[in-house]
């Protein structure tokens, strides 16, 4: 291993519940609507206690598209992470147009993030609730976790699994198994 492992967690749907707007998920545009999800902080504080980094990797394309300001989305995240206790929060705040790197499905903000902090992307993890955190997480040569929700396909993740505390039992429990692989046989 060359660097340190990290968790690189979706926003919405993950730590927070989605927020519907004519029958779609979305993001929350105020600190109002932000929900941190049943479990959420306890599953990131047992993730960092077993020595992975966190982040947080979020498209928020709605500052680009006139519906939030970036202070709001500021506000959104100071408000998460007094809850949810990550090492950093990183949002591509473009639209599909402007075919930036970082919006998932690319896989920019995570290799940025490697880069920075010096992680092994091998022994990293993607969790997310919608098929392109997947596909970034591929991208980018981590392992995947989808959080299995009606409005995803389910398919190409490592694992799908119903939440992120279960997110997190799988990924220590997958971490542990491979650290003493002893204890299989």
């Known amino acids: 291993m060359s660097g340190r492992p990290a968790i690189f967690l979706d926003r919405d749907g993950v730590l927070n519940d989605v927020v519907w707007r004519d029958g779609k998920p979305a993001s929350p545009r105020t600190v109002d609507e932000l929900r941190i999800a ?16 966190t982040f947080v990797v979020t498209n928020q394309p709605d500052v680009r598209r006139g519906k939030m300001t970036a202070q709001a989305l500021d506000a959104i995240h100071a408000a998460l992470i007094q809850t949810v206790p990550v090492d950093e929060v990183r949002a591509c705040l473009h639209d599909n147009i402007d075919a930036c790197d970082c919006r998932k499905p690319k896989a920019g903000m995570l290799l940025d993030l490697a880069a920075r ?29 989808l959080l299995g929700r009606d409005y995803n396909s389910g398919s190409g993740a490592d694992v799908v699994v119903p939440d992120l505390r279960q997110a997190a039992a799988w990924i220590l429990h997958t971490s542990l198994a491979a650290l003493t692989p002893e204890l299989q046989d």
Do not use: F
């Open 38 to 53: 049943d479990g959420a902080a306890e599953a990131v504080r047992a993730m960092r206690a077993a020595g992975y980094l």
């Open 117 to 145: 902090w010096n992680i092994d992307l091998s022994a990293s993890w993607m969790v997310g609730d919608m098929d392109r955190d997947v596909q970034c997480g591929k991208a980018a040569g981590a392992h995947t976790v």
